[in-house]
C-alpha cells in the first residue's frame, strides 16, 4: 500500500493574504493581479496548494473594469479567484496598490459568434 504525502498548507481559511508582484490572471495573461488583497476561503490539495481567495472591498473597488468586463462576459466570478500558493503572500496591511495592465490584449472578433457580428 503506498502513502502520498500531503503537502501542508501554509495558510488557513480566514487568512488576509495579498497576490505577489508579477502575477496575472490564469484566465487573462495580460491582467496583472499583484498587490490584489483578500481572504482565503478554502484551501485545496494539490501540488502546490490552491486557494480560493474573496477579493477585499478595496480590491474590488480598484480592479481595473475591463477585468470586470471580461468576467462578466465570460460568466466568472470576478469577487473571487483560485491562485496557487506560491502566487500568494500573508497580507500584512497596508494600502492596497493594484499593479494595473499595460498591454491590454483585444481578441479578435469572430465572425462564427453571433455576438461578434452583432
Known amino acids: 500500500m503506498s502513502q502520498t504525502k500531503k503537502t501542508p498548507f501554509k495558510f488557513a ?17 495580460d ?13 485545496e490539495e494539490g501540488n502546490p496548494p490552491l486557494y480560493l481567495i474573496r477579493w477585499s472591498e478595496e480590491t474590488l473597488a480598484k480592479m481595473h473594469p475591463i477585468y470586470r468586463k471580461r468576467c462578466e462576459r465570460d460568466g466568472l466570478d470576478f469577487e473571487e479567484m483560485r491562485l496557487d500558493e506560491d502566487e500568494i ?7 492596497v496598490v493594484l499593479e494595473q495592465p499595460t498591454k491590454v490584449v483585444t481578441p479578435p472578433l469572430s465572425m462564427t459568434d453571433q455576438d461578434d457580428r452583432i
Not at 14 to 29: H, N
Not at 33 to 43: C, D, Y
Not at 89 to 95: I, T, V
Open 31 to 43: 491582467i496583472p493581479l499583484g498587490g490584489w488583497v483578500g481572504k482565503i476561503t478554502k484551501a
Open 89 to 95: 503572500e500573508n497580507d500584512r496591511g497596508g494600502p
Open 13 to 29: 481559511v480566514g487568512d488576509a493574504v495579498r497576490v505577489r508582484p508579477g502575477v496575472t490572471d490564469p484566465d487573462f495573461s
